[in-house]
């Protein structure tokens, strides 16, 4: 009757810490992590407050499965003067069908809210914010600026006539990457497929194997990203924003999803990688991501869409960063004219040592 008495009140006082936890107030950013990345985004929030909640289901299923065995081994273990078996019982119907119930409600609910989830991430605003055209090219990236014009735009070259290729796989021959002088290859480039889908009147940060293309973007705006490749499969990846989606060719016909949507909400320098094997210089496509105030991305656009009177050609990535840096003193390193989380790799295939900032 003690032992009956002494169960109970454990009962009792573990019913009471779980109903204090739950009617405390605490949200669901109140969760701990456990383990899974911060993100700067809404999406990747929610994504984390469902892995916290599964995790957290999963440890309440363990310590009761667990609670369950250790009982068992406690209450029929092997007593002095016991018989040598314990007791033989027959099946229990309810029982066993309530242990059978059990695991299908846990996956109805499981797969629930994943498709909630994912509901919720893959979202899409009819009207964005802000729409940028990805293109990603072997091997690095172009970002276009939908709905902005350059001036004298109708007469640049494309993506990998600027200088922002390491040439195509098919022109790398016994020297590797490199010339005559040993300086990598540029302006190589393969059969390309149709590319009026490009838009070249637009405002575009291409970058190079000098230079990390930085992907200038407003804070707590809906952004669109446009994904679409010029050759083989990329992949666009911001590790800060818990998500990633493969860059194909011709997406059409591929049928395959190639736009997306994020808000980011908080200011900051993000890096950005290529996550798909694509070839030589795969590990050095690289970018960086900008989270700004409105007025400083405001500034940068309107930049970039003016002629720079020092150089008489349009504002580039760097010129207009700097330039905006001196109006606004406040934009601090939001306004450093190169990226500040990566930086260039050595291209040079014979190179002997590792590549460090500053030293390409």
Known sequence: MARSSTLRRVGLAGGLVVAATMLSG????DLPRF???????????????????AFIASLVVGIIVWAAMFWAFIAYRKRKNSPPYPKQTKENLPFELVCT????????????????????????????????????????????YAGTTVPGAAQQEQPAASGAAEGAEDAEGAAGAEGAAGEPRENVRGPLDDTSWYNPAQVHTIGTSEDIPVLVLPVNKTIQFNLRSRDVVHSFWVPDFLFKRDVFPDPEANQSDNTFQVTIDRQGAFVGRCAELCGTYHSAMNFEVRGVPQNVYDAYLRLRSTVNPATNTPYNSAEALSEVGK??????????????????????????????????
């Open 101 to 144: 119930a059990i695991p299908f409600v846990l996956i109805a609910v499981l797969f629930y809210f994943t498709v909630t989830v994912e509901n919720r991430v893959l979202a899409k605003d009819p009207n964005p914010d802000v729409t940028i055209d990805v293109t990603a090219f072997k091997w690095n990236w172009d970002f276009g």
């Open 35 to 53: 383990g899974w990345p911060e993100g700067v985004t809404p999406e990747g929030r929610h994504m984390q407050y469902f892995w916290s909640g």
């Open 26 to 29: 605490c949200s669901m950013a």
């Open 327 to 360: 109006q606004i003193p406040a934009c601090g390193q939001l306004c450093a004219p190169r990226a500040t989380t990566t930086y260039p790799f050595d291209t040079n295939r014979q190179a002997k040592v590792a590549s460090e900032p500053g030293g390409n």
